[in-house]
């Protein structure tokens, strides 16, 4: 199995800055596409950004000039630098990673279990 842990989120205010972290583990091989999604209340989950294995990177209108996405691959980790948060951007951030385990020809998608971002004066 692959496990992705979230960690950063919290409680900051207009105009501050956060940077959450995923590191995953378990019987990996390879991961391909690893990137971030959050979901608002009554809202569906959406995409925030995402990363390739060669780098390349795409990221939500919203959030475009504000946020930025990385990876080490040395550590099986992906970030998500979070630059002028505003409120609307209040959500539970999940981790996302198409991953292939040891042993397996296929890849499947794996999701953290979420990390509390919230945007308040």
């Known amino acids: 199995q692959v496990q992705l842990v979230e960690s950063g989120g919290g409680l900051v205010q207009p105009g501050e800055s956060l940077r959450l972290s995923c590191a995953a583990s378990?019987?990996?091989?390879?991961?391909?596409?690893k990137g971030w999604y959050r979901q608002a209340p009554g809202k569906e989950r959406e995409l925030v950004a995402v990363?390739?294995?060669?780098?390349?990177?795409n990221y939500a209108s919203s959030v475009k000039g504000r946020f930025t996405i990385s990876r080490d691959d040395a550590k099986n980790t992906v970030y998500l630098q979070m630059n002028s948060l505003n409120p609307e951007d209040t959500a539970v951030y999940y981790c996302?990673?198409?991953?292939?385990?040891?042993?397996?020809?296929?890849?499947?998608?794996?999701w953290g279990q979420g990390t509390q971002v919230t945007v308040s004066s």
């Open positions: 996302y990673a198409n991953a292939r385990q040891r042993g397996q020809w296929s890849a499947n998608d794996y």
């Open positions: 378990g019987s990996i091989a390879s991961i391909n596409t």
């Open positions: 990363i390739s294995s060669i780098g390349y990177t």
